[in-house]
Every structure is written in C-alpha cells, then in structure tokens.
C-alpha cells in the first residue's frame, strides 16, 4: 500500500511539472526584457561645448530666503564663470504665480549669462524643479499638485517641460511617480556625504531601465549681508553652501538655453563640487581604435564586445595631485583606479552583456579645489570631486 501511494505522489508531482512548464510556455511574460534590435546613432562627441552652471537656487521671491536678490545671485553666478542659472523659487510662497514674480523681476533678464523659466515645485508629496529654456504655464502644474500621478503627468507633457526630482532621500523628497522625471537631483547642496542614499536611489532607478539624468544642485537659500545690520542667523550659510556648490555640466550643442535643457535631458551632464574643480569626462571606445563612441548619456547596442571605457578630469588640476576613481556598473562596484599627471586620464576594459541592459558610470574623489567666494564649501563637498552620468548598453530608447 505505501509502495503504490508512493506512486502515486510520484505521479501527481510529474504532472503537477509538465502543467507548470506548459503554463510558462502558454503564458510568456509580454514585459520581459528584450536587447533593442537597433538604437538611434548618439550625438556628436565633438560638435558641442560645455556649460557650467546651477540648477538650484532661491531668491528673495521664496520666503524664507535672505539677502539673496535675483541681481545679487546673477552677478556672481557671472564672477565665478557661470554659463547658465536656473533661479528656482518656491511656486507655493506665490500660489503658483512665478510668472509674475521671479520672471517678472527686473532683475531676472541677464546676459551672458542663460536664465532657464524655471521654479521649485512645492507640494505635500515633495519638491521638483520645473526646468524650461522658455516660459511657460506654471500655474498648471501648481494646480494639480494634489492630483493622481496620471493628471500630474498629463499637464506636465503638455507643458513640454523637464522635470526633476529634488533631494530624493532627504526632506521633501520627490514622492511622485519617477516615470514623470527627465533628472534628479543626486548631489542636493554643498555636503557630498549627505547624498549617498541619493545614489542608490538613483542606481535603482537606472538599473530598472531608465535612462535618469543625474545632476547636481547648491539649494542656496542665503546670500551675505550687504551690511552688518542685515545679518540673520542663516547669513554665514553663504559661506559653505552658494551658487555652484556643486556645478552641473552639460555638453550643449550650442550656448542657448534650449540646448541646456537639451543636454540635460539626454544626459550628457558631469557634476563637480565647485565651478573651479576639474570636470569629470567619462567616453568609451567600441571597436577599441583608439577614438571615442559614446560620452555620458549615450545608449548603444552591446556586441558581446569588450569595450574600452576612458575616464579624465578636464581642467586645471594641482600639480602632484592624485585622484581615486570608482567605477560602477549597474549599481556595483566593479574597479577602483588611480589618477595622476597634469592632464590625469585612465582607462580600463570590460564586456556588457550581449543580451539585458548594461550602464557604468564613474565617481572621482580627490583634493578639494578653492573656491574662495565659499570658502567653508571645500572642506563639506570633500572627498568628492565629482562624477560623471551612465554610459548605457542596450537599454529600450522608448521604456
């Protein structure tokens, strides 16, 4: 009798597989990753320049800043080489209406340097900056701030604007779909080691296949008193935390504010700790000819290939300066490097995968470089000297 249940189990169990493997056969996932067949050819390496600037700033048109007037900021985001600004106010200390108050300052308008329409979208489920080279509707986006995420998304298309997730692993993180985000802010303020849960959400972000901008942004609420009697308790923030703490570059093809936006969306984009400090350039070789393919933001097809990955710092470096580069592949650490010389550069090899998605991006820690406008910055931003956005293998150009 135990002989013939035995059987029995035996028998129930294969049938119970085969129904198993024919269900799976019947039933294949329709999300299931695929490798794209063929990808849009990547931009011109060459054909383009970089631009420096912040995307993260307030002025006296937010409440609770101090001494910091839109001609204050723009004359020293001028003083320090800036190329762009994106002046971004709480839109709820206005009901929504920037348009009538930081766009409207006479202050606002400023050449050389790109103004970015732009504002910090305050709401219960936590802050974006609304980013355009144009003006457009704000008042639109700040009415459906407590709608679902489908509304939200609708307006936001509409509005044809880049949208990006502030401070996502501090106060007032962005708490809304990331699927409406071009960018996120991965580097919020002067303090690097704040930002470290900010890359794990960002790596999460890209390992599931979207290509996420990373950028940077000083937060700046306070500018120094013109006089003594016009200090407050927040004046010496100026000090540590200003414009371009950190910088955002982004390799535009050319010096308007629609090719900033541009740039940034597409993700050819490198942070650095203060517009002086080199700027991190990260490319890769595919054919391995000793010419570069792809920069930071481009997506190709993987071969099965090894392909060789270039890493250097552009800019004025110390003389006898050594950095550490950190090299990370679909949010794993894959190698660390050493840079040194007077134009430091380093390379290394690795195959992504034939099939499923591949990125690598690289960070730089090193000497802090002076910024004697903020003199307090150095020390907070340090070891981070900046890093650079993913190079992608294989991911879907339409997820």
């Known amino acids: 009798m135990r002989r013939q249940l035995r059987r029995v189990g035996a028998l129930l169990a294969l049938l119970g597989a085969q129904q198993v493997a024919v269900g799976q056969a019947a039933h294949p996932s329709p999300w299931a990753t695929a490798a794209p067949t063929a990808l849009p050819p990547p931009a011109s390496l060459s054909k383009g320049v970089w631009l420096k600037g912040d995307l993260h700033v307030h002025s ?17 985001a001028q003083s320090v080489g800036m190329d762009y600004l ?7 200390h206005v009901d929504g209406d920037v348009a009538h108050h930081t766009w409207a300052d006479p202050e606002f308008q400023a050449s050389p340097l790109l103004m970015l329409y732009a504002a910090e979208w305050t709401t219960v489920r936590g802050h974006g900056n609304a980013l355009s080279a144009r003006p457009y509707d ?5 009415d459906v701030r407590d709608q679902r995420d489908v509304v939200v998304g609708a307006v936001k298309k ?29 580097w919020n303020s002067v303090i690097w080691a704040n930002n470290a849960n900010a890359q794990m959400i960002w790596d999460d972000m890209l390992s599931s296949g979207r290509r996420l901008t990373g ?16 200090a407050t308790p927040n004046s010496p923030q100026a000090e540590a935390n200003y414009v371009g703490t950190p910088t955002t570059w982004v390799f535009a093809t050319a010096r308007t504010t629609q090719a900033v936006v541009d740039a940034l969306t597409a993700g050819r984009v490198s942070v650095s700790m203060n517009p002086f400090a080199p700027r991190v350039e990260f490319t890769a070789d595919l054919n391995q000819d000793g010419q570069p393919d792809l920069m930071m933001g481009d997506n190709a097809l993987a071969t099965g290939q090894p392909v060789r990955f270039r890493v250097q710092l552009a800019g004025p470096v110390p003389a006898g300066a050594t950095y550490t580069v950190r090299v990370v592949k679909n949010g794993n650490p894959l190698d660390t490097l050493q840079l040194a010389g007077k134009r430091p550069a380093v390379e290394f090899t690795d195959t992504p995968a034939a099939t499923g998605r591949t990125y690598y991006r690289v960070l730089v820690e090193g000497p802090p470089t002076p910024y004697p406008q903020v003199p307090k910055s150095m020390a907070l931003s340090a070891p981070m000297v900046g890093f650079s956005n993913p190079i992608y293998f294989n991911l879907d150009p339409n997820f």
């Open 86 to 92: 994106a002046i971004t106010d709480h839109d709820n």
């Open 158 to 186: 509409q509005l044809d604007i880049h949208l990006s997730g502030n401070h996502p692993s501090g106060k007032d993180h962005f708490g809304y779909s990331y699927d409406m985000l071009e960018s996120l802010e991965v």
């Open 138 to 142: 704000h008042q639109r986006l700040y």
């Open 60 to 76: 006296r048109h937010s409440k609770e800043s101090s001494n910091n007037p839109v001609g204050k900021i723009v004359a020293f």
């Open 215 to 230: 950028r940077g942004g000083s937060d700046a609420h306070h500018g120094r008193p013109a006089t003594p009697a016009e």
